[in-house]
């Protein structure tokens, strides 16, 4: 590793870069939850910085990050770009994997923009 390469951290999940401030998130209903979560992450850790558990996860994409959390039937998906565009674009990589990989579900995502920490 050279001294320019970023490694995660729990304290520093999300490269340098700027500051991610458009954000959306969506709960979606699913008995499993957990499961989409591990899925999600070891299939992008293969090729993003990633860390997760049981409950929680996170990816940091090159356009921002996405946060997962597994929940008693519902996996909450929460994107943070720089811009509209990056949050679009994390929005549509995000909602393509998951159901790809809940093919047996019919999972619906809503994504709501998130202002103040809020969904609005």
């Given at each position: 590793?050279?001294?320019?390469?970023?490694?995660?951290?729990?304290q520093?999940?999300?490269?340098?870069?700027?500051?991610?401030?458009?954000?959306?998130?969506?709960?979606?209903?699913?008995?499993?939850?957990?499961?989409?979560?591990?899925?999600?992450?070891?299939?992008?850790?293969?090729k993003?910085?990633?860390?997760?558990?049981?409950?929680?996860?996170?990816?940091?994409?090159?356009?921002?990050?996405?946060?997962?959390?597994?929940?008693?039937?519902?996996?909450?998906?929460?994107?943070?770009?720089?811009?509209?565009?990056?949050?679009?674009?994390?929005?549509?990589?995000?909602a393509?994997?998951?159901?790809?990989?809940?093919f047996?579900?019919?999972?619906?995502?809503?994504?709501?923009?998130?202002?103040?920490g809020q969904?609005?």
């Amino acid at each position: 590793m050279t001294n320019n390469e970023w490694t995660p951290t729990e304290q520093n999940p999300s490269p340098p870069g700027p500051a991610l401030t458009v954000q959306a998130r969506a709960e979606v209903a699913t008995a499993h939850a957990a499961r989409y979560l591990a899925q999600m992450c070891k299939h992008f850790e293969h090729k993003r910085p990633v860390t997760f558990d049981e409950r929680n996860g996170h990816i940091a994409f090159t356009a921002g990050d996405c946060r997962l959390e597994a929940g008693p039937g519902a996996l909450t998906l929460t994107v943070a770009a720089a811009d509209e565009a990056g949050r679009a674009g994390l929005e549509d990589v995000v909602a393509r994997h998951l159901v790809r990989f809940a093919f047996r579900e019919d999972l619906h995502l809503d994504w709501q923009p998130v202002r103040g920490g809020q969904s609005a």
